[in-house]
């Protein structure tokens, strides 16, 4: 019989979707304010991967992925996601988003996201909220899911997990190895 564990903090990340700069400053500006400072930030990039946002949020959007400096715990992402549709309920516009803010979290193994919808492949995590393993990382790569959504496919965006993956595993071996020492004294 196995023994339940406490799990490790884990790196949150945060995915914003926009078309109006304004808008998106002053959302990432409270971001910061709620979250932290920001570790690493990927490339903007053009949001082209799927219609589904054009209706409510006009077309020609734009999406850039942060990863905060302070880690989580993984049983806070569902109070993460709650935070961010406030923030997104700030910028409304006759009902309408103009900035989509989607958190998630990264580990060695994985790349979990948090999301309102639920469907076959997702987990309950409380408050309204399901986890969605969105990637997972085998055999030194992220290992598409295939619901895996096609922006976190895109070489820029498994270019700044990877190199976010880098950086947080290497934390968590310097963690570990600083309590082995600990232990051993």
């Known amino acids: 019989m196995g023994q339940p564990t406490l799990p490790v903090p884990v790196k949150l990340f945060i995915a914003v979707t926009f078309g109006d700069e ?10 910061e304010q709620e979250f932290g400072s920001f570790d690493i930030r ?3 990039f053009d949001f ?12 020609g ?5 942060f990863a905060f400096k302070k880690s989580i715990y993984p049983d806070t992402l569902p109070e993460v996601k709650l935070k961010t549709n406030h923030i997104e309920d700030q910028f409304k516009n006759n009902g309408k988003r103009r900035i989509n803010i989607d958190p998630g979290y990264l580990t060695c193994a ?19 909220i399901y986890g969605d ?9 992220f290992i598409f899911n295939p619901w895996t959504y096609p922006d ?34």
């Open 22 to 31: 304004e808008i998106f400053e002053a959302g990432i500006k409270l971001l």
């Open 61 to 65: 959007l734009k999406k850039q992925l």
């Open 42 to 44: 990927s490339a903007i």
């Open 152 to 185: 976190y496919r895109d070489k820029l965006v498994i270019d700044f997990l990877a190199k976010l993956r880098k950086k947080y595993c290497k934390e968590l071996e310097k963690i570990s190895k600083s309590r082995k020492n600990i232990n051993n004294d």
């Open 133 to 141: 393993v969105h990637l997972r990382y085998r055999h030194n790569k």
């Open 110 to 128: 994985k790349v979990v996201l948090a999301t309102t919808k639920n469907f076959d492949h997702r987990i309950y995590l409380g408050k309204g």
């Open 48 to 59: 082209n991967h799927t219609r589904y946002y054009f209706e409510e949020m006009g077309e």
